[in-house]
């Protein structure tokens, strides 16, 4: 199995829901990404977990809140989102973080109303 | 790791024409990968170059690296509409893989 599965595909919320955002791997990769897209944009890093544990939060609003609960899972817990958070939310993988290649997932669209 | 910047930003084709994109960088690096996204989707790693190596390729893409210019570039030959996507460059520098893209080059292959 050589994928990166994200649910949901799409999501909608208001400014006062929280939601949250799954990443699963079974590569047996140890290191793991969180990248926030918006439109025409390139992808920006938001979180890097490294063996579980999280190794890089790009200066990240603590509304958004990343998880890692074991080797395969990644969540990215959102709470009290502006409207300026909507974006696609793509997660990656690697075997582990000086590994050379990031594996993507197809990505969260995610617009806040 | 450093962003790399893509050049140019935009590129029109038609298909079976060669496609051309450059990457440049600012401070020496350990390898320089290509990223391609289609539109909205995930980006799905194309091609590896390392800092010794002067010239890769894989099927239809052909990449260069120029060290002392800091500066690579990706060859899309016989394009085709599928081929149509956003291309990144991804200079690493340390032992870890952390990314940070530029803008992009946003090909686009005229049927």
């Known amino acids: 199995d050589t994928e990166v599965t994200q649910t949901p595909k799409h999501l909608v919320m208001g400014m006062t829901n929280k939601k949250s955002l799954k990443c699963e791997q079974h590569m047996g990769h140890r290191a793991m990404y969180w990248y926030k897209q918006k439109a025409k944009k390139p992808p920006e890093l938001m979180f890097v977990?490294?063996?579980?544990?999280?190794?890089i939060n790009e200066s990240v609003p603590s509304r958004f809140s990343p998880e890692c609960p074991n080797s395969s899972l990644l969540n990215l817990h959102l709470h009290a989102l502006q409207p300026e958070d909507s974006a696609l939310y793509l997660c990656a993988s690697s075997q582990v973080r000086e590994a050379e290649t990031q594996y993507f997932g197809p990505g969260t669209r995610l617009l806040v109303l | 790791s450093q962003q790399g910047e893509e050049d140019p930003q935009a590129l029109s084709i038609q298909e079976g024409e060669n496609a051309t994109m450059n990457c440049s960088y600012k401070t020496s690096i350990n390898n320089l990968q290509w990223y391609r996204q289609n539109s909205g989707r995930g980006l799905v790693h194309l091609i590896l170059i390392r800092s010794n190596e002067r010239e890769k390729h894989s099927g239809r893409l052909r990449v260069t690296l120029d060290t002392s210019k800091k500066s690579s570039s990706l060859l899309i030959t016989a394009s085709r509409a599928a081929d149509t996507a956003s291309y990144f460059c991804a200079p690493l520098t340390h032992n870890n893989n952390d990314m940070r893209f530029g803008a992009g080059t946003r090909l686009t292959v005229k049927p």
């Open positions: 977990y490294s063996y579980e544990k999280l190794s």
